[in-house]
């Protein structure tokens, strides 16, 4: 059974070697069509994290602002959500709703993300998923509000992270990844995919 940290179920170990090697297989596959890109904040910063997507639906920031789009910003359409990844949401999540978009951040040593909410989804009465590849990762969870106490959980290749209820509007971010921690990826990092659903329900 997962782990219940303030309404964030952690499964810790859902994923085998095997499957993350094939995981980390499909996520090449999907950037080789919509290569990371390192996103700039609406203020002007350049995120240390870089992403891409796959599915109808990718998330991009620019100076306009944060929004889900379906064109990667150099233009072409967004890959399909590998079959393996549909199979996770399948298992932790729902049979009947898929997901219209999965998030692929790329940790590189040193790559962060600030505490924040997920509320750009039109729908939030589906959880996000997340699936953790690579590196070590310092994941903490706060409150639906802003401030107040945080936990903290390191997140491990092959943890599986479900937000839903009361947690799928709360503050996270990850806070720091242990360098080559993991033999995932020969030259280090950490890949993490999020689920998502984006358009409101039938
Ligand atoms: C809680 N990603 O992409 S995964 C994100 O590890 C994001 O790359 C982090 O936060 C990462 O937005 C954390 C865990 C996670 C993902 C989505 C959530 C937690 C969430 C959505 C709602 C609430
Ligand atoms: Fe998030």
Redesign the pocket.
Do not use: C, E, K, P
């Given at each position: 059974p997962p782990l219940n940290i303030r309404g964030?179920q952690v499964y810790k170990g859902f994923l085998d070697r095997a499957a993350q090697d094939e995981l980390v297989a499909q996520a090449r596959q999907v950037a080789q069509d919509a290569p990371f890109f390192s996103p700039m904040t609406p203020s002007g910063r350049t995120m240390s994290?870089r992403m891409t997507s796959a599915g109808r639906l990718g998330w991009v920031t620019d100076r306009s602002g944060y929004r889900y789009q379906a064109a990667h910003p150099k233009g072409q359409g967004w890959p399909e959500i590998p079959e393996q990844i549909l199979e996770i949401w399948r298992g932790v999540a729902s049979k009947e709703r898929m997901p219209d978009s999965c998030?692929m951040?790329f940790?590189g040593e040193g790559a962060r993300?600030g505490m924040?909410?997920?509320k750009d989804e039109g729908d939030f009465s589906w959880p996000?998923v997340?699936v953790?590849l690579g590196d070590d990762?310092l994941?903490r969870m706060g409150n639906p509000e802003r401030g107040g106490s945080t936990e903290s959980v390191w997140?491990t290749s092959g943890d599986v992270?479900v937000?839903g209820g009361d947690?799928?509007?709360?503050y996270?971010?990850?806070d720091r990844i242990r360098f080559q921690s993991s033999s995932l990826l020969p030259k280090g990092g950490r890949i993490?995919l999020?689920l998502r659903v984006v358009d409101q329900g039938d």
């Open positions: 964030f994290v998030l951040n940790y993300m924040h909410q997920d996000v997340s953790s990762a994941f997140l992270v937000m947690a799928r509007l709360s996270h971010g990850i993490n999020t």
